[in-house]
């Protein structure tokens, strides 16, 4: 054991090798330092199970360098989402059409009128570049924008019910994912909350006979992720815009997802559009940019200009900006709907594809795959794709997955190699299958699947 620690490399001595030397050109001494440094520590704790063999320079240099490419290399990259899930929130959500990247990037390598009106030459607003776009989409008077819906949602709170009381119903008091609650936001805009109603059932009455001089806002919140069947009622939009009419009170919803393109008219789902909300009367509007609507991480706030204005001006709304690139992309989306281009929008574009549209891409990939030569049985067999992204849960979508076998192996660690691979493809796994569906791989993606596939064959065989 003695002999073993005696032969484990110094790193003053691994630094002094023309090998390492000959690498300062591509990473910095200090960087190249500490990472000898933690190898070295590494080693020493792996002594017992190192050979003579391990220790021999060119081994440990080796090592080194893989640990060095290891950590310089990006850590957020691409992701192959072979999940079927078309708004996965851990995969980034809604993808984005190829003008919207665009955009990104042009705002990014060069200086822009962010906040500067090109027509008077005086300070504009970063809001003015998707406000127009908004209105003249959902029909609202104004708009604006901040980081993501749940900060609207703080937002519209603590301007209109701050010290004051939100009446909101019992059977839509959701959490979502990370742990959002309204609940709980409510408590960060200091305004207080008044449930009313039961889980299944909520009455108009129920909302007016708890009204009271306190009372700043009703809130009806989109129940996005789950669904109440069998005895229930709940109040619509409507009902609750002509008491609050009548009283004096502004409504605001919180319709989570936020739809501008009708999926109804495709048959998917029951989901009601933005536009729809509008024109019922509601008073406040907000929703997520990045999930139905398909654009980026936003809280897109419509409805009245006297609200709208005041909530403009609240100190928070500084806090919980967009940027720039955000503002990039969001106009880029919405551009889409207003020049009616809808098949450009990624994610419009991947829930509404067809079944034969699914199945003609898993033949794809099944050649691809075959081609390849790889010791594994493949199959394409017919499943569903969901939504996802909290919209639209008992939401179906046929399509075909490529289902596959590995006879030798087994089925979890070679996902553990799918997701480690220099292209990762996150899958989902049934019984003792991997299933690939398709709907949410982009074609020019195959390719890297098949890739993939080899280097989990290669790490499988290596075990
Ligand atoms: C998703 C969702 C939110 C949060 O939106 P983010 O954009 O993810 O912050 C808030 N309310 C409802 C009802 C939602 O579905």
Known sequence: MSQKYRKLPAVGKLLQSPIVKSWLSEYPLSKISKAASSLVDQMRCEIEELLPDDFQESVVLRRLKAMLEKDLQPNLKRVINATGVVLHTNLGRAILSKESTDMI?????????????????????RYSHVE???????????????????????LVLREMAMGGEVIVSRGELVEIGGSFRVSEVMKES??????????NKTHLYDYENHITEATKLLLKVHTSNFRVVGFTKSV??????????????PVYEDLGSGMLFDLK???????????????????IVSFSGDKLLGGPQAGIIVGKKKYIDRIKKNQLNRALRVDKFTVAALQGTLLHYVKEEYEKIPTLQLITETEEQQLEKAHMLVNQIKESKLAIECEIIPGFSQIGGGALPLEQLPTHLVSIAYPNHSVSRAVDFMRQAPNPVVPRVFQDRIQLDVRTILPEEFPLVVETLKFVEKRCSNE
Request: charged share 25%; aromatic share 2%; net charge negative.
């Open 105 to 125: 990037v042009q705002v990014a390598e060069s200086y822009n009128n962010l906040e500067l009106n090109l027509d008077s030459g005086k300070r504009g607003s």
């Open 132 to 154: 127009d776009l908004l209105c003249e989409l959902t029909g609202a008077e104004a708009a604006m924008v901040v980081n993501n819906n749940a900060a609207a949602v703080l």
């Open 190 to 199: 200091q305004a207080t909350m008044v449930e009313v109603g039961t889980t």
């Open 236 to 249: 619509s939009s409507e009902e609750l815009v002509e008491l609050g009419n009548k009283k004096g009170i």
């Open 265 to 283: 008219a495709r048959r998917i789902g029951d989901e009601p559009t933005v536009q729809e909300v509008v024109k019922s009367g509601v008073d």
